[in-house]
């Protein structure tokens, strides 16, 4: 089965950093592209980035980058995101996910919850 | 970046009934292979989002089959034949193709 499960978040205060995890089982991780999505507080779902299987190539939306960084380590079946100079608009549920856009088969994160506040 | 439109933003159903949610994207979403890589995702309360449809029309694995995608170029639209209760939650469209991608406002399904 596979299952992706998230830890790290939590509250931080405006200029902060954090990192957040997300382990994958039940399926070869290095094999595939991985995701970071966020959904704000009465807002709906927004893409952050993704991450190449080799970790070669990364694509970020603009409004992170610059400020967020995603890397994986395959040896630990890991994905990162480590967020530098939050801002209060970055309070999200953060999500990891595994999609193809061509083929069946997406998995998600329990989510996890980032508040920027002082 | 593309700008996903969904209509409505608020839709009631009664159980039984057929439901329908259209997405407009702000440009074409034909890749440069001919591809369309339009999503559709359900996020009930409480939960992860969840795809239903990929490529406009194919529904991923598990996908109840009430659950149906159509359209081409910048008209899509979810239509699900007979609303059941645990249909309840937010719907998105989400465009592939053209990075950064982008999902549309959603659309809470509610039961009147």
């Known amino acids: 089965e596979v299952q992706l499960v998230q830890s790290g978040g939590g509250l931080v205060q405006p200029g902060g950093s954090l990192r957040l995890t997300c382990v994958g089982s039940?399926?070869?991780?290095?094999?595939?592209?991985m995701s970071w999505v966020r959904r704000a507080p009465g807002k709906g779902l927004e893409w952050v980035g993704n991450i190449k299987q080799d970790g070669s190539d990364k694509n970020y939306v603009d409004s992170m980058e610059g400020r967020f960084t995603i890397s994986r380590d395959n040896a630990k079946n890991s994905l990162y995101l480590h967020m530098n100079s939050l801002r209060a608009e970055d309070t999200a549920v953060y999500y990891c996910?595994?999609?193809?856009?061509?083929?069946?088969?997406?998995?998600w994160g329990q989510g996890t919850l980032v508040t920027v506040s002082s | 970046d593309i700008v996903m439109t969904q209509s409505p933003l608020s839709l009631p159903v009664t159980l039984g009934q057929p439901a329908s949610i259209s997405c407009n994207s702000s440009q074409t979403l034909i890749y440069s292979d001919g591809s369309t890589f339009l999503n559709w995702f359900q996020q009930r309360p409480g939960q992860s989002p969840r795809r239903l449809i990929y490529?406009?029309?194919i529904r991923d694995s598990g996908v109840p089959d009430r659950f149906s995608g159509s359209g081409s170029g910048t008209e899509f639209t979810l239509e699900i034949s007979r609303v059941e209760a645990e249909d309840v939650g937010v719907y998105y469209c989400m465009q592939g193709t053209h990075w950064p991608w982008t999902f549309g406002q959603g659309t809470k399904v509610e039961i009147k």
């Open positions: 996910t595994r999609m193809s856009r061509s083929s069946a088969g997406n998995y």
């Open positions: 490529m406009v029309s």
């Open positions: 039940g399926f070869t991780f290095s094999n595939y592209w």
